[in-house]
T-cell receptor, first 115, second 111 residues
Framework: DAGVIQSPRHEVTEMGQEVTLRCKPISGHDYLFWYRQTMMRGLELLIYFNNNVPIDDSGMPEDRFSAKMPNASFSTLKIQPSEPRDSAVYFC?????????????FGQGTRLTVV | AQSVAQPEDQVNVAEGNPLTVKCTYSVSGNPYLFWYVQYPNRGLQFLLK??????LVKGSYGFEAEFNKSQTSFHLKKPSALVSDSALYFC?????????FGGGTRVLVKP
């Protein structure tokens, strides 16, 4: 398996524009997580899905952020409109629930810069 | 609240010397514990985990971690550090389905 795949790797956009980040989890994994990494706040869990259903979105900072998982192999994180303070590295991770003990596998991340 | 703490922002060690990166977690049930490493411009790579059983866990690249329930700690160790071990290390705890990370510790191994 190629691991968790995120696109794009880098995104530079102007304030007010819509940004869509994409994630393909590892095949067969039941859980998908979106994290944001910044110097100030470290790694924050934004939202996670189980079997394509959003379970906990309490980490989503504002209504400008939304996430979807239309099928088991694809998820998006959308920011509309984007603001400079959204600049961060966004990670997607997936995990299997076939054994309760397994670790999460992370993608390479998308570095978002909002100017 | 459930939390993970890494008290050191940075650890400096000479190559060949033992390396220890500290981690403690809040007392709330029995979380699963993990260590991840992040190299520049890369994602997080899994190193090792503690679920149950032996308190000394061995992982990738010669790393190991010691679980101490009474101190609610899960320190990462390596007997002999390499320059290539220089990276950002994250401790994490999982309560239920949520994985909570510490703030990270930057390790610098000098030749």
């Amino acid at each position: 398996d190629a691991g968790v795949i995120q696109s794009p790797r880098h995104e530079v956009t102007e304030m007010g524009q819509e940004v869509t980040l994409r994630c393909k989890p590892i095949s067969g994994h039941d859980y998908l997580f979106w994290y944001r990494q910044t110097m100030m706040r470290g790694l924050e869990l934004l939202i996670y899905f189980n079997n394509n259903v959003p379970i906990d979105d309490s980490g989503m900072p504002e209504d400008r952020f939304s996430a979807k998982m239309p099928n088991a192999s694809f998820s998006t994180l959308k920011i509309q409109p984007s603001e400079p303070r959204d600049s961060a590295v966004y990670f997607c991770a997936s995990r299997s629930d076939s054994h309760m003990n397994t670790e999460a596998f992370f993608g390479q991340g998308t570095r978002l810069t909002v100017v | 609240a459930q939390s993970v703490a890494q008290p050191e922002d940075q650890v400096n060690v000479a190559e060949g010397n033992p390396l220890t990166v500290k981690c403690t977690y809040s007392v709330s049930g029995n979380p699963y514990l993990f260590w991840y490493v992040q190299y520049p411009n890369r994602g997080l790579q899994f190193l090792l985990k503690y679920i149950t059983g032996d308190n000394l866990v061995k992982g990738s690249y010669g790393f190991e971690a010691e679980f101490n329930k009474s101190q609610t700690s899960f320190h990462l160790k390596k007997p002999s550090a390499l320059v290539s071990d220089s990276a950002l290390y994250f401790c994490a705890a999982r309560w239920g389905n949520k994985l909570t990370f510490g703030g990270g510790t930057r390790v610098l191994v000098k030749p």
